[in-house]
């Protein structure tokens, strides 16, 4: 069983910086892939970013691409999301999660977050 709590977000000036971290705990994070996902007011929830067990492989939404930075550390039980150059659009509850399960494009996971508020003002 793994909880997970995130941190970090809050209102930011488009142009802006956050780093969003997640908190795990449970001995088995460490062994799982785990991966960053959004839902903005009045649209579906969308994976974000994604990283495999040992840091490796990241992967990101074509909308994030070269502005986000998904890394974990395994040692503190924790993972991040740096999001850089941020716009109005980026507004959205961001949730990490877990144990992944992904079916071709159609990211899910087994465990999540309650989610963090990141508002981003024009």
């Known amino acids: 069983q793994v909880q997970l709590v995130e941190s970090g977000g809050g209102l930011v000036q488009a142009g802006g910086s956050l780093r969003l971290s997640c908190a795990a705990s449970?001995?088995?994070?460490?062994?799982?892939?785990m991966a960053w996902f959004r839902r903005a007011p009045g649209k579906e929830r969308e994976v974000v970013a994604s990283?495999?067990?040992?840091?490796?492989?990241?992967k990101y939404a074509n909308s994030v691409k070269g502005q986000f930075t998904i890394s974990r550390d395994n040692a503190k039980n924790t993972g991040y999301l740096q999001m850089n150059s941020l716009k109005p659009e980026d507004t959205a509850v961001y949730y990490c999660?877990?144990?992944?399960?992904?079916?071709?494009?159609?990211?899910?996971?087994?465990?999540w977050g309650q989610g963090t508020q990141v508002t981003v003002s024009s």
């Open positions: 449970g001995r088995t994070f460490s062994r799982y892939a």
């Open positions: 990283i495999n067990w040992r840091g490796l492989d990241p």
């Open positions: 999660a877990a144990d992944l399960r992904v079916y071709g494009s159609s990211y899910n996971a087994n465990y």
